[in-house]
Each structure stands twice: as structure tokens, then as C-alpha cells.
């Protein structure tokens, strides 16, 4: 079936800098995306969302923008911080009470 | 935001046994919740949709007969391994949406070890 991917497993990045993570798609039917940051052994954290009749959404230090001619969506996290470091799923539904299709995580590493 | 709770956070049983974990939106009813696997490393595949009420929707390739999944209240969904093996071995996540909302809100997961 259609799922959501990733480009890159393992993000490095000096803390203060930027960092922003990638996430292709596949489904162009998906109306609802969202980021979710995973500390090791805990479940999903909600970090920032998107609906399709959108391209940019911004947060506290976070941006997600989402290009759907290319299916492409990123999140960027502004002046990282060593609490950054997790892994980042993004995730897509169709919009209504389904479950979440996740891609496969992107490791982001905070050096000091 | 809304609270889900799962519990247990850890389990260890042995292989044949049975185990259940419960997931519970604490302050807000949510008729559907969902159930999630995740092995090491990898990514969350959705395993089941839990209905209040009624029967759960598996996906693909997920038995029924040994995962079961019961929904009897607006705020409490279980998931039983039935005759666990160590191929079970996972993290277990819940989600659940308040009516009406696409928002999901994650349990703190289950890690459970067959041995």
C-alpha cells in the first residue's frame, strides 16, 4: 500500500543551528500531516500539524511546510537544543477518524 | 492536552501466555482508539482500530484471533496477546482522538518481552 517515507535516517546537528527534517509521501488522497518527536522507550509527541489546504504552518521553533505538487513535507526546527534529540515521524491520515500511516523516523543527533 | 494513559508500561511473559494492556484517555472520551506496533528501530505500523462498542477493524496481515482488542467503554480500549511468542516481542503504542477531532494523543507505550 501507499506510505509515508523518509530521505534520511540520522540527522546531525550543532546545537543553535537549524535543522530541518524531510518526509515524502506517496498518497496524494492524505488531507491531514503531522510531526510527532519519540524519545527512546516513550510514545509519540505531537509537535506540529498540517492540513492539506495549507503550505506553511508555523510553532514554537517549529515550521512545517508542505509542497503537495512534489508530496514533500519538512519540518524545521529553529536553534536546536540538546533536548531536540529524538527520533521524528511525520504521519498522514486522510483527514477523517483513521489511523495514522508513520514514516520511518529520522534520527536527529543535538552535538554539542 | 488530552491525557492517555496505557498501563503496563513494561511486561515480561513467558511464551503460551496471555497478556493485556490497557489504554485510557483520562480526561476526554474518545470512541475510536487505535493500536499501534513498533519494533526497535523501526516505525509505528498500525496494527487495529478499536471502536466503542463494536468490533475492531484489524489491518492487513494482523491476526484478530490473536490480537484481541475490546472497547467497552468511551474512555478504556484493551489489547490481549493471546498465546504470546517471542516474535511478539514490541512496543505497543495506543492513540486516541477526541470525537470529532483528528488530533491523536499517544499513550506512553507498553514494552512487552516474551521469553
Known amino acids: 500500500g501507499e506510505s509515508v517515507g523518509l530521505h534520511l535516517p540520522t540527522l546531525s546537528v550543532q546545537e543553535g543551528d537549524n535543522s530541518i527534517i524531510n518526509c515524502a509521501y506517496s498518497?496524494?488522497?492524505?488531507?491531514?500531516f503531522i510531526w510527532y518527536k519519540q524519545e527512546s522507550g516513550k510514545g509519540p509527541q505531537f509537535i506540529i500539524d498540517?492540513?492539506?489546504?495549507?503550505d506553511k504552518r508555523q510553532g514554537q521553533r517549529v515550521t512545517v511546510l508542505l509542497n503537495k505538487t512534489v508530496k514533500h513535507l519538512s519540518l524545521q526546527i529553529a536553534a536546536t537544543q540538546p533536548g531536540d534529540s529524538a527520533v521524528y515521524f511525520c504521519?498522514?491520515?486522510?483527514?477523517?477518524?483513521?489511523?495514522?500511516?508513520f514514516g520511518k523516523g529520522t534520527h536527529l543527533i543535538i552535538q554539542p | 492536552g488530552a491525557v492517555v494513559s496505557q498501563h503496563p508500561s513494561r511486561v515480561i511473559c513467558k511464551s503460551g501466555t496471555s497478556v493485556k494492556i490497557e489504554c485510557r484517555s483520562l480526561?476526554?472520551?474518545?470512541?475510536?482508539m487505535f493500536w499501534y506496533r513498533q519494533f526497535p528501530k523501526q516505525s509505528l505500523m498500525l496494527m487495529a482500530t478499536?471502536?466503542?462498542?463494536?468490533?475492531?477493524?484489524?489491518e492487513q496481515g494482523v491476526e484478530k484471533d490473536k490480537f484481541l482488542i475490546n472497547h467497552a467503554s468511551l474512555t478504556l480500549s484493551t489489547l490481549t496477546v493471546t498465546s504470546a511468542h517471542p516474535e511478539d516481542s514490541s512496543f505497543y503504542i495506543c492513540?486516541?482522538?477526541?470525537?470529532?477531532?483528528?488530533?491523536?494523543?499517544f499513550g506512553q507505550g507498553t514494552r512487552l518481552t516474551v521469553v
Open positions: 492513540s486516541a482522538s477526541r470525537q470529532g477531532n483528528t488530533e491523536a494523543f
Open positions: 498518497n496524494s488522497a492524505s488531507d491531514y
Open positions: 498540517i492540513r492539506s489546504n495549507m
Open positions: 504521519a498522514e491520515n486522510l483527514g477523517g477518524a483513521d489511523g495514522l500511516t
Open positions: 480526561d476526554f472520551q474518545a470512541t475510536t
Open positions: 478499536s471502536n466503542e462498542g463494536s468490533k475492531a477493524t484489524y
